[in-house]
């Protein structure tokens, strides 16, 4: 009798081949590089440093695609934005000590963001480790620890035979519903010296299925199909799990309003007549949220950006589908389903009746919804922000259709996160996951490198610029098809006006910049001074022209007043 866990795979006879004749010259690093390939990557991103010179000199051996960055925090977001764009876990190398803790933030973003990154650093040599004071070069008494309250998972190897194991791990670990930055660090050591085991060929990572339990959708599909007003939001999760099509069958057979969160953009026609937009930074819409019976909320913690702030209370049940375990019933009581929202959402399709229109109250929801954005749009129109909307509808207009977009934290992007129709899933993306500066041009260089058929954009202000100008120069190396927009307002704009509401005036945001333009050019990169009646046309014509581009936009933007305050 043979039991499952008797069964071997035994190796091919060309494995076994490859194996006797394994060849030589190799290093740990090439392990590495082969474990990467044999899991399915195509493409790392990184930068070099002394220690981790075994992985670099093995990339020169492997069919992997290399993208250097200059910088190792803008190594991490262009990672950042592959893993968004592909679904993939974007593999980082970076090195050991300043090296790797110049991607923290990035990987803070990331996470916030789940977004699958796979950072592989180097350490000091094996007899370094263990928290003693050797003076190796980069040395940290534990490297590990300022990464662990950063990523999902920490690994570390001591001997040429982990590494395949480690890294394996790692994946199946960034790729696992939430997705997530992952961190495997490497002795200088063991990365050096040569090895004598074969060359990786197979290697078994899939991640694991996060479905439902099914007596939580049960109940879930009888409280959504009894509601008389039902309403959902959906978050990222949605946009990640690739569930943007069932949301729409559930929210059309339950006649239910939806919102997206800033992360979930996309994830619901923006035009559907059950389309709230994404308006959550407004009280009408809040209102609405709140006077729903029955409130769904799909990969979405109701975090402080997509609860107005936290002054969302919810008046009836909620139902909250989230991968992310820390999130379920984070902030709010609810009937908590731990799953990957598109296997929720299609448990509840089977399960919610396909008509559940006895139920509902008299007014359609449809009319409901335009009554919101109706007062949504009366509200803004109030405050003679004509500039503001006319550069927004430019960059709407001039942007293709599936062309990605990448967005720092800057005023413009603050009025995206609610304003913008992205169109398509997985299209915007922004830092607003963890809120740090310099995301968006070093992340549509990820997004670029993931999709090279379509431009892609990148939207910074001036402050934000200044943290991945270096970065011009990865793209022109790799002649990236980029155009980055600047919105030159001579400082942080927008940390201007909150000290000003604050506190009457600013501090510490008005800035000294460079001409961008001339700076671009330096670089071999175009670039254009526009003007907002200018700005679609010239961003249509970088779009057009293959290869990276700056458009430069002097102008002083305002933010909607908020509501949350009130």
């Known amino acids: 009798?043979?039991?499952?866990?008797?069964?071997?795979?035994?190796?091919?006879?060309?494995?076994?081949?490859?194996?006797?004749?394994?060849?030589?010259?190799?290093?740990?690093?090439?392990?590495?590089?082969?474990?990467?390939?044999?899991?399915?990557?195509?493409?790392?991103?990184?930068?070099?440093?002394?220690?981790?010179?075994?992985?670099?000199?093995?990339?020169?051996?492997?069919?992997?695609?290399?993208?250097?960055?200059?910088?190792?925090?803008?190594?991490?977001?262009?990672?950042?934005?592959?893993?968004?764009?592909?679904?993939?876990?974007?593999?980082?190398?970076?090195?050991?000590?300043?090296?790797?803790?110049?991607?923290?933030?990035?990987?803070?973003?990331?996470?916030?963001?789940?977004?699958?990154?796979?950072?592989?650093?180097?350490?000091?040599?094996?007899?370094?480790?263990?928290?003693?004071?050797?003076?190796?070069?980069?040395?940290?008494?534990?490297?590990?620890?300022?990464?662990?309250?950063?990523?999902?998972?920490?690994?570390?190897?001591?001997?040429?035979?982990?590494?395949?194991?480690?890294?394996?791990?790692?994946?199946?670990?960034?790729?696992?519903?939430?997705?997530?930055?992952?961190?495997?660090?490497?002795?200088?050591?063991?990365?050096?010296?040569?090895?004598?085991?074969?060359?990786?060929?197979?290697?078994?990572?899939?991640?694991?299925?996060?479905?439902?339990?099914?007596?939580?959708?049960?109940?879930?599909?009888?409280?959504?199909?009894?509601?008389?007003?039902?309403?959902?939001?959906?978050?990222?999760?949605?946009?990640?799990?690739?569930?943007?099509?069932?949301?729409?069958?559930?929210?059309?057979?339950?006649?239910?309003?939806?919102?997206?969160?800033?992360?979930?953009?996309?994830?619901?026609?923006?035009?559907?007549?059950?389309?709230?937009?994404s308006w959550l930074e407004d009280r009408h819409t809040t209102d609405f949220l709140e006077d729903a019976d029955v409130l769904l909320v799909v990969g979405s913690g109701l975090g402080e950006l997509s609860s107005n702030y936290h002054t969302f209370k919810p008046r009836g049940r909620v139902i909250q589908i989230e991968a992310d375990l820390g999130k379920l019933e984070s902030n709010h009581p609810a009937l908590g389903i731990h799953a990957d929202a598109r296997l929720a959402l299609s448990a509840l399709l089977e399960t919610v009746p396909e008509d559940t229109s006895p139920v509902r109250e008299d007014a359609t929801a449809a009319d409901r919804v335009r009554t919101v954005l109706d007062l949504v749009r009366e509200r803004i129109d109030a405050q003679e922000l004509t500039l503001e909307q006319q550069v927004l509808a430019a960059v709407r207009e001039a942007l293709p259709d599936r062309s990605a977009s990448f967005w720092d934290m800057t005023i413009l992007s603050y009025w995206a996160w609610s304003a913008f129709d992205a169109r398509r899933p997985n299209t915007m993306h922004s830092a607003q996951g963890s809120g740090g500066l310099g995301y968006a041009f070093p992340a549509a260089i990820g997004g670029a490198v993931a999709d090279p058929t379509h431009p892609v954009l990148a939207v910074s202000g001036d402050g934000g610029a200044l943290y991945s100008i270096a970065e011009l120069a990865t793209a022109r190396q790799h002649n990236l098809d980029v155009t980055w927009l600047i919105v030159d307002d001579g400082g942080y704009g927008i940390l201007r006006e909150y000290m000003t509401d604050a506190f009457g005036q600013s501090t510490a945001t008005e800035l000294s910049r460079p001409d961008y333009v001339a700076l671009a050019e330096s670089f071999g990169v175009p670039g254009v001074r526009t003007t907002p009646d200018s700005l679609a046309a010239d961003l249509a014509k970088s779009f057009a022209t293959p290869g990276p581009s700056v458009v430069v936009l002097p102008a002083l933007l305002r933010m909607f007043a908020p509501t949350h305050l009130d």
Do not use: C
Request: glycine letters at 10%.
């Open 1 to 277: 009798m043979t039991h499952d866990h008797d069964l071997v795979l035994r190796p091919t006879a060309e494995q076994t081949e490859a194996a006797l004749n394994a060849p030589p010259g190799r290093n740990g690093g090439d392990l590495v590089v082969e474990t990467l390939a044999g899991l399915g990557a195509t493409t790392v991103f990184g930068l070099p440093g002394q220690h981790a010179l075994g992985m670099f000199d093995a990339l020169r051996r492997s069919d992997l695609a290399y993208v250097g960055l200059r910088v190792e925090n803008n190594a991490g977001f262009a990672a950042d934005a592959y893993g968004r764009i592909t679904g993939e876990a974007a593999p980082l190398l970076v090195s050991t000590g300043p090296g790797a803790l110049t991607s923290l933030a990035a990987l803070q973003e990331a996470a916030a963001a789940s977004a699958p990154v796979l950072a592989v650093s180097s350490q000091i040599p094996s007899a370094g480790l263990g928290g003693g004071r050797h003076g190796y070069l980069h040395e940290l008494p534990d490297q590990q620890a300022s990464f662990r309250g950063v990523v999902k998972s920490v690994h570390t190897v001591r001997t040429q035979s982990q590494i395949p194991s480690a890294i394996a791990e790692a994946w199946e670990s960034a790729l696992t519903a939430p997705h997530g930055p992952v961190w495997v660090e490497i002795p200088q050591d063991v990365l050096l010296a040569e090895t004598v085991l074969p060359a990786v060929t197979a290697v078994d990572a899939a991640p694991h299925d996060l479905p439902p339990r099914p007596e939580l959708t049960a109940v879930a599909a009888d409280l959504l199909a009894n509601a008389a007003r039902p309403a959902i939001i959906a978050g990222g999760g949605v946009v990640r799990a690739d569930a943007s099509g069932k949301l729409r069958q559930l929210a059309e057979r339950l006649n239910a309003p939806v919102v997206t969160t800033f992360g979930g953009k996309g994830a619901f026609p923006w035009n559907h007549p059950l389309s709230l937009q």
